[in-house]
């Protein structure tokens, strides 16, 4: 009769339990010394604008306490310099975030019927402003973020080994 001990079966199985032992301890010693988080990534630039906290409540108030006052006029007093930053519409009171693009951070909030450098604000729609000047409107919408292309238009890739042995056949 053969004894089960030494067969070759069961002291590949006892070297294979042994090594997972081993693996585990090791498992175990990196889970007890490394720390429970990783690392965070930290991102450099933010292309959302930074929040700003806005009481609408003293906008509201100081809208029904001043009359419309007119902006000093600049030589760039034209829509197309412009910015519309943020819309706030409601059917009691809409107010719109507007800056100028030489200054973009300097921003002025307005009401219905405010003006803002000789554009006298008419209406306010879910994603425009529409002006009025000179009995013509003009309207302001927000502006898109620029994108780069992946490639210039005027230089093409090269093309791989495979494209140009594909155009071959």
Do not use: C, W
């Amino acid at each position: 009769m053969k004894k089960i001990s030494n067969s070759t079966i069961v002291s590949v199985i006892t070297r294979l339990f042994i090594l997972a032992i081993i693996a585990k301890i090791i498992a175990l010693g990196f889970y007890l010394y490394l720390p429970n988080q990783g690392n965070s990534i930290k991102i450099k630039e933010n292309y959302l604008p930074k929040y700003q906290r806005v009481s609408f409540k003293n906008m509201i108030q100081d809208a029904k306490q001043k009359p419309v006052k007119e902006v000093k006029k600049s030589i760039e007093d034209s829509i197309d310099n412009m910015l519309l930053k943020g819309l706030f519409a409601s059917k009691k009171n809409s107010f719109i975030i507007v800056a100028m693009k030489a200054k973009p951070k300097k921003t002025t909030i307005l009401s219905i019927g405010e003006v803002f450098h000789s554009y006298k604000l008419k209406k306010i729609t879910k994603t425009t402003a529409i002006f009025e000047k000179n009995s013509k409107e003009y309207i302001l919408n927000f502006s898109k973020p620029k994108t780069k292309p992946v490639t210039k238009p005027g230089k093409r890739r090269k093309k791989s080994k495979l494209q140009k042995h594909i155009k071959r056949k």
